[in-house]
């Protein structure tokens, strides 16, 4: 009803209280320190009587320190009690604005005779003497307002956040003549699809995280995606500021390994060399009758293994080194060709140039049955003992050919067999012991002392 009192005050107030939260608890995680437990709380002040056993537990909290976790489990307090006691009004005075303080007194519950604040407000006044031929009535006003205890903090309740509906996607950037662009978290950039400014470079969108087969301490998949693929983005919670990588595909200028369908039998894995045009891969092929698995490095391969290692083939076995190979064996090396009770099997080795052995200890060659020949087709074959001696034993029969000449020297003494049958045996000293017989056979034979010649024997017969 329109009021006509010249005195400023308020005609109504309605007073009017509900419950409320009594404490809020929130949690947020942050990836950068994930052994934070972000957990934070606060319990509401003036409860005006009611139960304290009203939580709230709101995850995720929107906040990523202790500053803003602190403070947000107060605002959040504050934003859901800010209605559980006010006071609806209405009074004659304009100056009973939002954010106004004022005291009131004369109502007969002696409790709200205290200080309030306006927090909201409307005006309506009326001046009906200012029209052409209405009535003749005075200029009246009516504000209503509504009030909390002045020792409250008003706040408004909070809202939700906005929320992403769905993963979108889009293409991995970075700049210019750049393939692989990240931080030190593996984040990349990206450029949204519904993006009209961004030109595409590394300032198109925040670091987004990539979500990967297997991440541990230290272990785990690791593969960025770089510049120009594209990237399937979802949202943490449906938070537009919190987006993840979960995915990638294949488009029509960025097409898959192999060619599809022809290659559908086929599972690979290929890299590709940073800045170039090369790769590596790893593929299995599971085609009828037809498996295998290929690995290919484009330069170069190291293996290491810290125990035991067992490689079993159960057919052929190819292996070609175009350049050096290398093999060092710290202990022993056992190499079996074939057993006997299976029919026993060939081993080939075929060097097109140089080979040298080096045996820090001891070399044995072992042949249980059969024959070894050693074939030189051009060149010579030396045996040099630095130290020690060489013992061949033979149990049947050793024959030693030469086409030419066969020589052997020890010190100064020397015997020479040449291929015209000419044998020359020189020395200091020559002794000639037979324990029984001793026969010389020949045409001619001659015996020359130049200083003295000795014939001695139990008996001696010339011409018998």
Known sequence: TATEVSTACISSFRYRARTGPSSVEIQDYTFRTPAWPGYYSHAAENLNGQFTRYEIFDYPGRFKDESHGRAFARYRTEGWRHDTETATCISNSPKLYPGKRFTLTGHPSGTLNREWQVVS????GSQPQALHGSPDEGTTLENHFDVIPADRTWRTPPLPKPSVDGPQSAIVTGPAGEEIFCDEHGRVRVRFHWDRYCPGNEDSSCWIRVSQAWAGTGFGNLAIPRVGQEVIVDFLNGDPDQPIIMGRTY???NRSPGSLPGTKTQMTIRSKTYKGSGFNELTFDDAT???????HAQKNMDTEVLNDRT??????HTETVTNNQKVTVGVGQTVSVGSKKEGGHDQTVTIANDQKTTVVNNQITEITEGNKTTDIDKGDQEIILHEGKQTIKVKKT?????EEKIEFICGESRITLLENG???ISGKIIKNTAKDEYHVSTKKLSADGSEEQVLTGGLLKLNP
Request: proline residues 0%.
């Open 251 to 253: 488009h029509q200028d």
């Open 422 to 424: 000419e044998i020359t």
């Open 398 to 402: 050793i024959s030693v050919s030469s």
């Open 311 to 316: 490689t079993t083939v159960n057919h052929d």
């Open 121 to 124: 407000g409307v005006l309506t």
């Open 289 to 295: 009758s037809k498996e295998r698995v290929y690995i």
